[in-house]
């Protein structure tokens, strides 16, 4: 049978997206389309995203990037099996434009419309790229969102761990601001930890050695600027070695929770002799992030799986993707589908 091809639209933040994906309801699934336009530009000036702005900016390039994804797809409305979109958590500005558009082209187009939990697209992409089988584990750190999830299966999640305050790519940020670093901080703060010495500023860990997955980034945050404001005026090498402690920090915060998370698959799940991780959000871009996550996987006999980048960042191929699977089982959506800016799996 021909495979099902779904329309995925993502405006929850920052990212205007839209993607095309197949699936022949096996296996792993075929991008035939992925158009990406970041906001990051702009958003620099204010040092973080703007939501007025953000809203105003996907109603703006939105009808480009759809029409964009079908073009390089190849696809007509028609050809479609279903449009997707992510209804929330996010910003709601966005989450209305993006939602309502894809109600247009449903009621248009005759195909039923799948509203899309982001955190599910995240939680779905390995399936779309690898096939993985369920059950796994899933460490999301992007700019909104910190977490740990264990995926059992579509619509079937378990929360194991979540911030109790900033997200790590917030907090990746906010030093990089107080440092005096442009946004977004995250690759900031990695260039000039790549030349510092993380041993000179001694920065808490929050939450390690505690029980359970949850994290802390606020308080190593405030730590920073401490060990800043004792230290100033501040030279280039100081900010390094500023960062290269902040990246230290985390990087032992992220392996300890981990672990935990680890240690209880393992309990819960005795049978599955190498159970996978998967990461997401944009800061697994993170090098040392990656290689601590690598060595403390490999010690307990896990995976580590990576998708490319370009599919950890928002996309709207990971929203097509959830369309795709949630389809699969029926689960659509009216055109009464709201966008909810607070949204739990
Ligand atoms: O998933 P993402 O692209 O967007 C949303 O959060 O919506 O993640 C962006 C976050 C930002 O906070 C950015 O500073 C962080 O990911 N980030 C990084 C790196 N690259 C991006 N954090 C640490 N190291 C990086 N190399
Ligand atoms: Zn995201």
């Known amino acids: 049978s021909s495979p099902v091809l779904v329309l995925g639209i993502e405006t929850s933040c920052d990212e205007t997206a839209a993607s095309v994906v197949a699936w022949d309801g096996e296996g792993r699934g075929e991008i035939r389309s992925n158009v990406v336009r970041s906001q990051i530009a702009d958003h620099a000036a204010f040092g973080g995203v703007v939501p007025e702005i953000a809203a105003r900016a996907h109603i703006e390039a939105l009808d480009h990037i759809v029409a964009r994804a079908m073009a390089d797809a190849?696809?007509?409305?028609?050809?479609?099996?279903?449009?997707?979109?992510?209804?929330?958590?996010?910003?709601?500005?966005?989450?209305?434009?993006?939602?309502?558009?894809?109600?247009?082209?449903a009621l248009a187009a005759d195909k039923p419309l799948v509203a899309v939990n982001h955190l599910e697209g995240h939680a779905l992409t390995a399936r779309l790229t690898?096939?993985?089988?369920?059950?796994?584990?899933?460490?999301?750190?992007s700019g909104g969102h910190t977490q740990i999830l264990l995926v059992r299966g579509v619509g079937d999640y378990e929360r194991w761990g979540t911030t109790i305050d900033?997200?790590?790519?917030?907090?990746?940020?906010?030093?990089?601001?107080?440092?005096?670093?442009?946004?977004?901080?995250?690759?900031?703060?990695?260039?000039?930890?790549?030349?510092?010495?993380?041993?000179?500023f001694d920065l808490p860990r929050p939450m390690t050695g505690r029980p359970g997955c949850d994290f802390s980034f606020s308080g190593l945050k405030t730590a920073v600027r401490h060990a800043a404001e004792a230290a100033a005026p501040l030279s280039e090498q100081d900010v390094a070695d500023l960062c290269a402690a902040f990246e230290a920090a985390v990087t032992?915060?992220?392996?300890?929770?981990?672990?935990?998370?680890?240690?209880?698959?393992?309990?819960?799940?005795?049978?599955?002799?190498?159970?996978?991780?998967?990461?997401?959000?944009?800061?697994?871009?993170?090098?040392?992030?990656?290689?601590?996550?690598?060595?403390?996987?490999?010690?307990?006999?896990?995976?580590?799986?990576?998708?490319?980048?370009?599919?950890?960042?928002?996309?709207?191929?990971?929203?097509?993707?959830?369309?795709?699977e949630r389809l699969?089982?029926?689960?659509?959506?009216?055109?009464?589908?709201?966008?909810?800016?607070?949204?739990?799996?």
């Not at 990746?172 to 260039?191: Q, S």
């Not at 699969?328 to 799996?345: E, F, K, N, V």
């Open 130 to 141: 690898d096939g993985l089988a369920f059950p796994y584990l899933l460490l999301l750190v």
């Open 328 to 345: 699969a089982l029926g689960l659509t959506d009216g055109l009464d589908a709201l966008a909810r800016p607070r949204w739990p799996l």
């Open 166 to 200: 900033d997200a790590l790519g917030e907090a990746f940020d906010k030093t990089a601001k107080l440092l005096g670093l442009p946004y977004p901080g995250g690759p900031a703060v990695e260039r000039a930890a790549a030349v510092g010495d993380p041993d000179r």
């Open 74 to 105: 190849g696809v007509s409305y028609d050809g479609l099996s279903a449009v997707a979109a992510t209804a929330g958590p996010g910003l709601i500005g966005g989450l209305i434009v993006g939602l309502t558009t894809a109600k247009a082209i």
């Open 252 to 324: 032992d915060v992220v392996g300890d929770r981990v672990g935990h998370a680890l240690a209880r698959f393992r309990a819960a799940y005795p049978g599955i002799v190498t159970p996978t991780l998967v990461v997401a959000g944009g800061v697994a871009a993170n090098r040392a992030l990656r290689r601590r996550l690598d060595a403390e996987l490999t010690a307990r006999g896990f995976r580590f799986l990576a998708p490319p980048m370009e599919l950890c960042t928002d996309n709207g191929a990971m929203i097509a993707w959830a369309g795709a």
